[in-house]
């Protein structure tokens, strides 16, 4: 099993910065992908960023320029810098771990971009 613990979110305004944490523990592979998701009341859980293991990252395009996902191996923890935030990011920021067997989410976070 893997468990993920986020922390970070929180109320921010328009145009401001948040970052967001999830470190993983348990049984870890060696190689993985994690990734951040995101859920807005009403709306379906969607992909906002990913990385592997050597590196190699995906976003969601509405979020290209203004995030940023990187991941530290040694501590098993993933990242998300969250710039020029809008208020169409708040949601619920969920971390994602894909090991080469399993799959497992995290508690979720909250964010709120508002004035």
């Known amino acids: 099993q893997v468990q993920l613990v986020e922390s970070g979110g929180g109320l921010v305004q328009p145009g401001g910065s948040l970052r967001l944490s999830c470190a993983a523990s348990?049984?870890?592979?060696?190689?993985?992908?994690m990734g951040w998701y995101r859920q807005a009341p009403g709306n379906q859980r969607e992909l906002v960023a990913s990385?592997?293991?050597?590196?190699?990252?995906n976003y969601a395009d509405s979020v290209k320029g203004r995030f940023t996902i990187s991941r530290d191996n040694a501590k098993n923890t993933v990242y998300l810098q969250m710039n020029s935030l809008k208020p169409e990011d708040t949601a619920v920021y969920f971390c994602?771990?894909?090991?080469?067997?399993?799959?497992?989410w995290g508690q979720g976070t909250q964010v709120t971009v508002s004035s």
């Open positions: 994602r771990y894909f090991g080469s067997t399993d799959r497992y």
């Open positions: 348990g049984s870890i592979s060696s190689i993985n992908v």
């Open positions: 990385i592997t293991s050597d590196d190699s990252t």
